[in-house]
C-alpha cells in the first residue's frame, strides 16, 4: 500500500533557538498553515534547533517549498537528539527535495526524541523555509484495498494585451488527490475519522502516494494538503467499510 498519511506534526508545539533570523520574518511563522508565511535567516549558514517540549516518536520528516519562489535552501541536514547537546546526535541524515515539485521526504526508523537541529545552507544571502513537518506517520496498517487518481486544478488567469503578450498567475496549479479505500477495518477507520475531526478542511497535513516501485517520481503525488471533501463511507459488509475523499494542495 502505497499511501502515507502524516499528522500531529510537532513542529505545532515546538519552541525554537535560531542562529540568526530577521525579524520579519520569524520562526513562528513555521507554524502558520500559509505556505507564504516564510521563517528567513540572515546568512547562507543557519541552524535550527526545535524543542518539541516532550519526548514523542519521531519516524519521518516532510518539506515543501514557498510556492512563488520555490526554495530559500540549498541543503538541509536533520539532527535528531534526547537532549540540546547535538556533539553526538542520536539520528543524522539529510534531506534530498525536489525543486520541480516543491517537496522533499524522508522516513526511517522510528524512535523518541525531544530535540531536533536543522542545518541550512544557501546561495542567496539569507536561508528560507516554508512548512515542515516532524513527526509519525498515521499507519493504516495492512489490509485496505487502495486506489487513487490525480489531477492538476488550472489556477491560472491569463490576460492579454493588444500586442498579444500574455500575464499569467504565477501559481498556475494545484493538485488534487482522489483517494479510495476498502476492506478498512474499525481501527483503521478510526484512524481515518481522526484526519476528519482534527484536520478536514480547516488545518493542514501532509500525504505521499506511490513509491519508486510504481511511479518514477513519487514526488509529483506528494506534499501538504487539506482534506477537500468529506469522506463518502460505505458499510460493505460486517466490520469492513469502503471510502473516498480527496486531498487538495494547501498553498
Not at 530535540?115 to 493504516?140: D, P, W
Request: proline share 4%.
Amino acid at each position: 500500500m502505497s499511501l502515507k498519511i502524516f499528522t500531529g506534526n510537532l513542529i505545532d508545539n515546538a519552541t525554537f533557538t535560531a542562529s540568526s533570523q530577521n525579524l520579519n520574518f520569524p520562526p513562528s511563522n513555521l507554524k502558520d498553515p500559509r505556505r507564504t508565511k516564510v521563517f528567513r535567516t540572515l546568512t547562507n549558514t543557519d541552524t535550527l534547533i526545535l524543542d518539541f517540549q516532550e519526548t514523542s516518536e519521531i519516524d519521518s520528516i516532510f518539506i515543501v517549498d514557498e510556492p512563488r519562489n520555490g526554495f530559500g535552501i540549498s541543503t538541509l541536514a536533520l539532527d535528531l537528539n534526547a537532549t540540546s547537546n547535538f556533539t553526538s546526535p542520536a539520528y543524522s541524515d539529510t534531506l534530498t527535495f525536489s525543486t520541480v515539485h516543491g517537496v522533499g521526504f524522508k522516513s526511517f526508523v522510528q524512535q523518541d526524541y525531544r530535540f531536533a537541529r536543522l542545518s541550512l545552507t544557501s546561495t542567496l544571502g539569507y536561508c528560507e523555509l516554508s512548512k515542515i513537518f516532524i513527526g509519525k506517520e498515521l499507519a493504516l496498517g495492512k489490509g485496505p484495498n487502495f486506489n487513487w487518481s490525480y489531477q492538476d486544478k488550472d489556477l491560472s488567469i491569463v490576460k492579454e494585451n493588444r500586442y498579444g503578450q500574455r500575464f499569467v498567475d504565477v501559481i498556475t496549479r494545484q493538485k488534487q488527490i482522489n483517494i479510495s479505500l476498502s476492506l478498512l477495518n474499525k481501527d483503521q477507520m478510526d484512524k481515518i475519522f481522526k484526519i476528519y475531526d482534527e484536520y478536514s478542511n480547516t488545518k493542514p497535513f501532509f500525504v505521499s502516494v506511490g513509491c519508486v516501485n510504481m511511479i518514477n517520481d513519487p514526488n509529483r503525488f506528494s506534499g501538504m494538503v487539506y482534506l477537500n471533501s468529506v469522506p463518502t463511507i460505505t458499510n460493505t459488509s460486517f466490520g469492513r467499510y469502503s471510502l473516498s475523499m480527496t486531498f487538495e494542495e494547501a498553498l
